[in-house]
C-alpha cells in the first residue's frame, strides 16, 4: 500500500493511483529526452522535419530504398527501452478522471516531510516520473514531481504520496 497515491480533497470522485502499472501505459514519457526536446520549441520542429525528409528522400535516391525494420525487431527495441528508461506519466488526466470541483484553486501534493503548493492549471502540465533506468523508484518513491516546464528537472520533488485538491 505504500506505492499507492491517492488524489482527494474537493473531488467528485476521490482516486487511488499505482504507478507499478504505468510502465504499460501508452501515454508514458520519456523523461531522458522529454524536456530537451520541450526546451527547444515548436519554431524549429517544421525546419528539423523538413531537413530531416529531404535527406531520407535523397539517400533513397541515391542508394534505394531501405525497408524498415520487421516488427519483431520493433517489439525487441521497445522492450530493451522499457527495461532501461527512465520514465514518468502526465497528472491531467488522472486529475479529470477525479472531476475537481469548480471550488478547487490549487492542488497540494504531499511528500514525507513537507508539502508543495502548485496552481491548478500548473498541476494540469505537472509529470509524476515513476521509474528511473528501468526500476521502479523504491527509496524516494513512489513518484517524483516535475513541472511541466522541466524548470526542476534537476531537483524533483521526491516521496509524493498523496495530491490534495483545495
Not at 467528485?12 to 524536456?35: A, C, E, M, Q, S
Request: glycine share 6%; aromatic share 10%.
Amino acid at each position: 500500500m505504500e506505492n499507492i497515491i491517492a488524489i482527494e480533497g474537493k473531488v467528485k470522485f476521490p482516486i487511488t493511483l499505482d504507478p507499478g502499472v504505468w510502465i504499460f501505459d501508452d501515454r508514458r514519457i520519456d523523461l531522458n529526452t522529454y524536456f530537451d526536446k520541450n526546451e527547444a520549441g515548436d519554431a524549429n520542429d517544421l525546419e528539423a522535419y523538413t531537413k530531416n525528409i529531404s535527406k531520407h528522400w535523397d539517400r533513397e535516391i541515391m542508394e534505394g530504398a531501405i525497408y524498415p525494420p520487421t516488427l519483431k525487431s520493433e517489439k525487441k527495441f521497445e522492450k530493451e527501452k522499457v527495461l532501461t528508461g527512465t520514465f514518468g506519466i502526465k497528472l491531467s488526466p488522472f486529475l479529470k478522471n477525479a472531476e475537481p470541483l469548480d471550488s478547487a484553486e490549487e492542488v497540494v501534493f504531499v511528500t514525507e516531510d513537507k508539502e508543495v503548493v502548485m496552481s491548478f492549471i500548473d498541476a494540469h502540465d505537472a509529470i509524476f516520473c515513476f521509474s528511473k533506468n528501468g526500476k521502479p523508484l523504491q527509496t524516494d518513491g513512489p513518484v517524483h514531481l516535475y513541472y511541466g516546464d522541466g524548470s526542476n528537472k534537476e531537483e524533483p520533488i521526491l516521496s509524493v504520496k498523496k495530491v490534495i485538491l483545495r
